[in-house]
């Protein structure tokens, strides 16, 4: 069966960084696009950032030039750099993978961030 294994979530001071990570299963990973998202209590889950299955990137404008997704085929993995992390950022992180043209999405546990100012 699919699975997407998100790890890296922590405790960060403001300012501090994490590398989350997604490793998939139980699929062509290659096939894919892959995205980030996160959520906060009572709120949206919102789309971080997303990396298609050709390398192409996109963010959300509240994190670009702070956070970096790339993604590894051979090792079946989606990574987030997240740097200069802010309180605003904590939230439990969500792993996506998808193929928009098949209409299969499929969502990772989470993993959560916490940033202490």
């Known amino acids: 069966q699919v699975q997407l294994v998100e790890s890296g979530g922590g405790l960060v001071q403001a300012g501090g960084s994490l590398r989350l990570s997604c490793a998939a299963s139980?699929?062509?990973?290659?096939?894919?696009?892959m995205g980030w998202y996160r959520q906060t209590p009572g709120k949206q889950r919102e789309l971080v950032a997303g990396?298609?299955?050709?390398?192409?990137?996109n963010y959300a404008e509240t994190v670009k030039g702070r956070f970096t997704i790339s993604r590894d085929n051979a090792k079946n993995t989606v990574y987030l750099q997240m740097d200069n992390l802010k309180p605003e950022d904590a939230a439990v992180y969500y792993c996506?993978?998808?193929?928009?043209?098949?209409?299969?999405?499929?969502w990772g546990q989470g993993t959560q961030v916490t940033v202490s100012s």
């Open positions: 996506k993978a998808a193929v928009p043209a098949w209409g299969q999405n499929y």
């Open positions: 139980g699929i062509i990973f290659r096939l894919y696009d």
């Open positions: 990396i298609t299955s050709s390398g192409r990137t």
